[in-house]
């Protein structure tokens, strides 16, 4: 069984940054897509972010662009996601996900809480 935990979470102020982490046990990770997402109060849940497990290449929503990074360590079956310039409308709970066939995550994490303050 695939088991996620995220990390990293926490209150910053507007423009600040903060990196999440999530590691992964009982699976083979270097096999997994991952992917970040983020459900914000009173709204669906919505794709962050991803890294391809074969080629590593990175795909991002328009509204986090140029200031997310996601970025993956396979010997430390982790995954990571690099959050600048922070705004108050990041501030949601952030998951991440594990797909073992392409874009389907069938497994996710309890989930960290991101708030950022105006």
């Known amino acids: 069984q695939v088991q996620l935990v995220e990390s990293g979470g926490g209150l910053v102020q507007a423009g600040g940054s903060l990196t999440l982490s999530c590691v992964v046990s009982?699976?083979?990770?270097?096999?997994?897509?991952m992917g970040w997402f983020r459900q914000a109060p009173g709204k669906e849940r919505e794709f962050v972010a991803r890294?391809?497990?074969?080629?590593?290449?990175?795909y991002y929503s328009d509204s986090v662009k140029g200031r997310f990074t996601i970025s993956r360590d396979n010997a430390k079956n982790t995954v990571y996601l690099h959050m600048n310039s922070l705004k108050p409308e990041d501030t949601a709970v952030y998951y991440c996900?594990?797909?073992?066939?392409?874009?389907?995550?069938?497994?996710w994490g309890q989930g960290t809480q991101v708030t950022v303050s105006s």
């Open positions: 890294i391809n497990r074969s080629s590593g290449s990175t």
């Open positions: 996900a594990a797909a073992r066939v392409v874009l389907i995550y069938d497994s």
């Open positions: 009982g699976g083979t990770f270097s096999s997994y897509t």
